[in-house]
T-cell receptor, first 114, second 116 residues
């Protein structure tokens, strides 16, 4: 079945540091890939997505590129802010499963210090 | 983006009572909604898929008689935790699926349930 593996946190960075959160997946076919963000005490918000190989999703300075050859969708940001502190979830849908059922990674807690 | 609300945001109840959680899509119609459960410091676990006008589809290991789901309209799905016990305490999150070519799930803010 489908699965998502993302780097375990917590990740602690200083403001303006470079961020990478690794995500790899297992799926048959061509899944859609997502990054969701969960701020403290809130539900999930879609951060970005990519629906086919080599697509790059981007939003709020975050980027992730759909790499089929390495089955990866790593999240990056060039300069993090304190307000980026949250839990980040990598997820996929489709890829041999339901087109819209999401399979989530375990989440990575990011803390950005001033 | 599309907005999904949940009510209540937080509920405390006594063991043995039932609790109903509402999930509403505020600015779009959703024939499909999902209910997730999130344990502390863990990922989201899909509990069931809620389909408007038909029975919900439950994931393996989720008790359908324990977690009753009703999707009576295109903008409302409810999850009722029946005869709640302390082990049912959790963060419950719903999502609603937009229709059309670019289907996207939008998530509600979650409901924190504490069973005493």
């Amino acid at each position: 079945g489908n699965s998502v593996t993302q780097m375990e946190g917590p990740v602690t960075l200083s403001e303006e540091a470079f961020l990478t959160i690794n995500c790899t997946y297992t799926a048959t076919g061509y899944p859609s890939l997502f990054w969701y963000v969960q701020y403290p005490g809130e539900g999930l918000q879609l951060l970005l997505k990519a629906t086919k190989a080599d697509d790059k999703g981007s939003n709020k300075g975050f980027e992730a590129t759909y790499r089929k050859e390495t089955t990866s969708f790593h999240l990056e940001k060039g300069s993090v802010q304190v307000s980026d502190s949250a839990v980040y979830f990598c997820a996929l849908s489709g890829g041999g499963g339901s087109n819209y059922k999401l399979t989530f990674g375990k989440g990575t807690l990011l803390t950005v210090n001033p | 983006g599309a907005v999904v609300s949940q009510h209540p945001s937080r509920v405390i109840c006594k063991s043995g009572t039932s609790v109903k959680i509402e999930c509403r899509s505020l600015d779009f119609q959703a024939t499909t909604m999902f209910w997730y459960r999130q344990f502390p410091k863990k990922s989201l676990m899909l509990m069931a898929t809620s389909n408007e006008g038909s029975k919900a589809t439950y994931e393996q290991g989720v008790e359908k008689d324990k977690f009753l789901i009703n999707h009576a309209s295109l903008t409302l799905s409810t999850l009722t935790v029946t005869s709640a016990h302390p082990e049912d305490s959790s963060f419950y999150i719903c999502s609603a699926l937009t229709s059309g070519r670019k289907e996207t799930q939008y998530f509600g803010p979650g409901t924190r349930l504490l069973v005493l």
